[in-house]
């Protein structure tokens, strides 16, 4: 089959593909909960004829095709939701209140189908084994399959992730750091209650918390070098119980982003330091935690010019964009890539009109990505075999 007949076949999953996909949008299901969509990925991928294991990494499946003496090459794809109301108000909207396909995963999910319906028929030296990944919204997935042995064989591996910021019909491609390192941050802020109409014979810890939210926000322009952007933002805050007491206790809830992956690693001591001194000064006590979730998603140069060498071939020099800086998203696709050699590249959405933000609820995707992602991964399935 010449390239040609290779495309206009892609072409022809286009409908197919398209329903699948509106389907598993409407019938969302949240991290570690995608039950009926690894039923709906597994039937589908066992009618093809592939080489299907369900239940790797509690929920994921995986399929294998061709060849496995010579090892494998791998495609990642994820099929989680977001706990988010949607608000498109197309006519295969989300189900399930409360649960959005807000970050693209449903297409994620097609493409990896569209690639094993063309594989299959494929006669390449090695085989090609797609795993359909659940829980990256939470970044533990990935850890899951690994530790059920889902990288064993595999020489590389694929990823793709859609991206709102470019036009349907192009790729983006960035060399080394493509995404930002995750952690968590949880701070216990401690005062000492007493009448809010005397504060100064407490110690509030509400003021406290409000000074370390803005504090550490200052820090990080005054004592980090700003060609490392960190990002921290607090999403969550409990403390207070009547509005007339000094609250005791504030906690805090928050993620670290950064792209220096040094840096991530010591901005536990520097974070519990630069706290705990702002809580001092306020004559509270600070107990700080800091948990590193996922490293950066780092580019294997081989691969990521397999991937730039496929999509110009099959888009054209003028809808391959090099990516100048890295997300300061997480994305545990990094997780394969501690284990093997890997890329990931990011697929254009946006149409004529544009395309909301990932983890929006009016987050509406060009469905025609779909066939763009499968035509660029097949070019590189069958570079890698060369």
Same mark, same amino acid.
């Given at each position: 089959m010449d390239r040609d007949q290779l495309l206009k076949r892609i072409d022809s999953l286009n409908n197919e593909l398209i329903n699948i996909r509106r389907h598993i949008h409407a019938h969302p299901e949240l991290s570690g909960l995608e039950n009926q969509t690894a039923i709906l990925i597994s039937g589908f991928l066992k009618n093809i004829g592939g080489r299907v294991k369900e239940s790797v990494g509690r929920t994921g499946v995986v399929a294998d095709f061709?060849?496995? #003496?010579? @090892?494998?090459?791998?495609?990642?794809?994820?099929? #989680?939701?977001? *706990? $988010?109301?949607?608000?498109?108000?197309? +006519?295969? +909207? +989300?189900k399930i209140d409360g649960v959005m396909h807000a970050c693209g995963h449903d297409l994620h999910t097609c493409i990896g189908l569209g690639v094993a319906k063309i594989i299959k028929d494929l006669n390449l030296q090695y085989g090609t084994r797609i795993i359909f990944q659940p829980a990256e919204e939470i970044a533990s997935g990935a850890r899951w399959?690994?530790?059920d042995g889902v990288t064993n064989g595999l020489k590389q591996i694929l990823g793709v992730h859609v991206f709102p910021?470019? %036009?349907?019909?192009?790729?983006? %491609?960035? !060399?080394?750091?493509?995404?930002?390192?995750?952690?968590?941050? +949880?701070? !216990? $802020?401690?005062?000492?209650? @007493?009448h809010g109409a005397r504060p100064h014979e407490g110690v509030d810890a509400i003021w406290a918390a409000?000074?370390?939210?803005?504090?550490?926000? !200052?820090?990080?322009?005054?004592? %980090?070098?700003?060609?490392? *952007?960190?990002v921290i933002t607090f999403g969550k805050i409990n403390g207070g119980n009547a509005y007339n007491i000094l609250s005791d206790k504030v906690n805090l809830t928050g993620t670290i982003r950064c792209t220096n992956l040094q840096l991530f690693r010591n901005m536990g001591n520097w974070l519990n330091f630069n706290i705990s001194s702002i809580?001092?000064?306020?004559?509270? !006590?600070?107990?700080?935690?800091?948990?590193? $979730?996922? *490293?950066p998603v780092n580019n294997?140069?081989? $691969?990521?010019?397999?991937?730039?060498d496929s999509a110009i071939g099959i888009l054209g020099h003028q809808n391959v964009i090099e990516l100048q800086n890295p997300s300061l998203g997480a994305e545990d696709f990094a997780e394969f890539l501690n284990e093997v050699p890997g890329a990931m590249f990011r697929l254009g959405v946006a149409g004529k009109k544009g395309c909301a933000p990932l983890h929006s609820s009016e987050f509406d995707p060009d469905e025609k990505a779909i066939s763009v992602g499968i035509k660029v991964i097949i070019e590189s399935i069958l570079k890698l075999n060369n």
């Open positions: 061709g060849p496995e #003496d010579k @090892g494998l090459i791998g495609l990642r794809v994820d099929m #989680d939701a977001l *706990p $988010i109301y949607e608000n498109t108000n197309l +006519s295969f +909207s +989300s399959m690994i530790d910021d470019l %036009l349907v019909g192009t790729i983006g %491609l960035k !060399e080394g750091s493509l995404t930002a390192a995750a952690g968590e941050l +949880s701070v !216990e $802020i401690l005062g000492k209650s @007493g409000s000074k370390v939210i803005s504090g550490i926000q !200052e820090a990080i322009t005054r004592k %980090l070098d700003p060609l490392d *952007p960190v809580a001092s000064s306020c004559g509270a !006590e600070a107990k700080v935690k800091f948990r590193e $979730i996922v *490293p294997d140069f081989e $691969i990521n010019k397999v991937l730039r």
